[in-house]
């Protein structure tokens, strides 16, 4: 954007500048300050669990906070020195929520029923948070630009279809809870499709940088919308085949509609034609509506979400939810003072609806409020970013935050039918918490490159002042 | 744990939670446009120096009618621009701290000064390599210009004008 203010004039009027010349501080120290008050509300939410659910200050409270204090110091160090440009308030909203969630699963964890016995989900979680911490210091520090990534497009692309189709294998692949979306080796166990989302965005962008132009120009117009020509209509119909390969064989409704809806996002951004998003809507409905017509998974959950409280609805979790946040009320129970273990699986997909009965719509709507925050901040990078890769990039991300949170929270609110996806940073779970740190990674790589003043370049060199062109006849 | 307790705790964990989203969000509102900083300075001084010279032309006797007030590029790249000849004297070349910057790989860095004595305009050569001509002739010297007279440099060519 300050490019068209430094092209050489001799009528610059004296004083008006170049325009639009705006450069980002770094804010290093905000961002320390919001890592502090996001640490109390993590330590806080930790102590007072436990002050609610036993009457006293948990125990390992010091030990808890510090191990937390230390990795969140860990990454900010790490930002001052790799990235020391990007965005400020991201790692702290990141922070807040991690915090806040490992205080929930702890919560749960302390419950007497509902949940596995002599398990200890959160001492898991920190040890996975640990991991994700490592990830994103590792991607900050070996990825000292992100446009390197572009060379990566098709090598990410087609390492994203692998693990994707990974959990189908036999051996490997398991089924938990309905989805086949997990794969073990040996005592680890994780969810290839959280890492799959991270390359799936590299892909996208590195694909969309280079054909937009086919897929933004070429069309013609029906009824006020351009639609696309026919043989452009070959991505987009090769992603709702796979999004639709892993609604039918791996019964993951969420990721599924998380990866179409990823790519849809993506096209539209980078072709600004609203054509791509009524071809990608009508094909939403009909994948949809296959879905729901052809496998049983689909069904049980539409009618779990019309009619949860009907005789035999399967929604059995849904309606506990429900009961909970209502009885959370405006503003909530108090922390260890409701009964979330009475969802199953009140730790993981369903902990927004724990967080509801405890912290009440107050919380809720913070913390939604803070998930916004991120995924504004992403968009903003986009804008501000001067590479289209990288807009893309940014926006990619920023979508996959968005398109996360309004899948699950509008799932356990009964605003759209449940599917299973975790909420970022909150819910229990080791290979989304790695894959959501390594994606904050990306997103401050890509941020620290858009905020970055550009460097200047003076229309001369200092050492042209003794170069100059003799006309040879 | 009395009651009152838990709903201290409770109500203070919420004011936390909020100040926290308060707190990010006053960052990114002070941060919404980034910050003027460099360029700023350099403004600020910009302004402050404009303002010092619209002092000085202040005191200065008021050009008569019919005196040249600019330089004009009838031809080559830049043809069409227009500077001033109030912050005479004006220097022409490719460098960037030339008033009159030419894009024009005939022209050196600092070719050729334009500046006044008296009533009269001169213009005269500083070193450059391919020359500059009034009319078809290469100067050696300052040489007088009044309106209308053709300056050649590389391939632009300069003009006086009212």
């Known amino acids: 954007m300050s490019r068209a203010g430094r092209t050489p004039t001799t009528k610059r009027a004296p004083g008006a500048g170049p325009l639009m010349e705006l450069v980002h501080r770094r804010r290093r120290g905000a961002e320390l300050y919001l890592l502090v008050l996001s640490l109390v509300v993590g330590v806080g939410a930790y102590a007072a669990v436990g002050l609610g659910v036993n009457g006293q200050v948990p125990a390992d409270l010091v030990k808890h906070g510090a191990w937390l204090a230390a990795l969140v110091v860990a990454a900010h160090v790490t930002i001052r020195y790799k990235a020391e440009y990007a965005d400020p308030v991201v790692l702290p909203i990141v922070s807040a929520l991690n915090g806040l969630g490992l205080a929930m699963i702890h919560r749960i964890d302390l419950a007497p029923t509902g949940h596995p016995v002599g398990s200890n989900f959160a001492a898991s979680q920190l040890v996975w948070m640990t991991l994700g911490v490592l990830g994103f210091i590792t991607v900050l520090t070996s990825l000292r630009d992100h446009r390197r990534l572009q060379s990566f497009t098709y090598t990410a692309g087609l390492a994203a279809i692998v693990l994707l189709l990974l959990p189908l294998l036999p051996g490997i692949g398991k089924t938990v809870n309905g989805a086949r979306i997990w794969i073990h080796l040996g005592p680890m166990s994780f969810q290839p499709g959280e890492i799959a989302k991270v390359l799936l965005v590299i892909a996208f962008a590195g694909y969309l940088v280079l054909h937009r132009d086919a897929l933004a120009l070429a069309g013609r117009r029906v009824l006020f919308v351009d639609l696309p020509r026919g043989r452009d209509l070959g991505p987009i119909l090769a992603m709702w085949l796979v999004s639709l390969g892993i609604l039918v064989f791996q019964n993951d409704l969420g990721s599924s509609l998380m990866f179409f809806g990823l790519f849809l996002v993506m096209l539209y951004v980078s072709t600004e034609r609203p054509g791509w998003l009524v071809v990608g809507g009508v094909l939403f409905a009909v994948g949809a509506y296959a879905g729901y017509v052809t496998t049983a998974h689909v069904q049980a959950r539409v009618h779990g979400w019309l009619d949860p409280f009907g005789k035999d609805s399967p929604s059995y979790q849904l309606v506990q939810a429900m009961y909970g946040m209502a009885w959370g009320g405006l503003t909530g129970r108090g922390l260890g003072q409701g009964s979330p273990q009475t969802t199953p699986i009140s730790w993981s997909d369903f902990i927004l609806p724990s967080l509801g009965e405890e912290l009440g719509l107050t919380g809720v709507i913070a913390i939604i409020l803070l998930y916004a925050l991120l995924v504004e901040r992403g968009l903003r990078t986009a804008l501000i970013c001067r590479d289209n890769f990288g807009k893309l990039v940014a926006a990619g991300l920023a979508t996959v935050f968005a398109l996360q949170v309004f899948v699950v929270v509008g799932g356990v609110t009964r605003l759209i039918p449940l599917t299973g996806l975790t909420t970022p940073f909150l819910s229990q779970g080791g290979s989304s918490l790695v894959a959501n740190w390594v994606i904050v990674a990306l997103l401050l790589r890509v941020s620290d490159a858009a905020r970055r003043p550009p460097p200047e370049f003076s229309d001369q060199p200092a050492d042209m002042d003794s170069t100059q062109v003799v006309m040879m006849r | ?162």
């Open chain 2, 1 to 162: 744990m009395s009651e009152l307790t838990l709903v201290l705790i409770r109500f203070g964990y919420l004011a936390v939670l909020w100040i926290f989203v308060l707190s990010a969000v006053s960052v990114i509102r002070s941060d919404m446009f980034g910050a003027r900083v460099a360029r700023d300075q350099g403004r600020v001084q910009e302004r402050r120096s404009a303002k010092a010279a619209s002092k000085a032309r202040a005191k200065a006797p008021k050009p008569r009618r019919g005196d040249p007030t600019a330089v004009v590029i009838v031809e080559g790249g830049n043809s069409g621009e227009l500077v001033p000849l109030a912050a005479a004297p004006l220097l022409i070349g490719r460098g960037s701290d030339a008033a009159i910057r030419l894009d024009d790989d005939y022209v050196s860095t600092r070719h050729a000064r334009i500046a006044s004595s008296g009533d009269q305009w001169y213009v005269e050569d500083l070193g450059s390599t391919n020359g500059t001509y009034v009319g078809s002739s290469r100067i050696t010297q300052a040489t007088a210009i009044s309106l209308g007279t053709q300056i050649r440099i590389g391939k632009t060519i300069l003009e006086l004008r009212k």
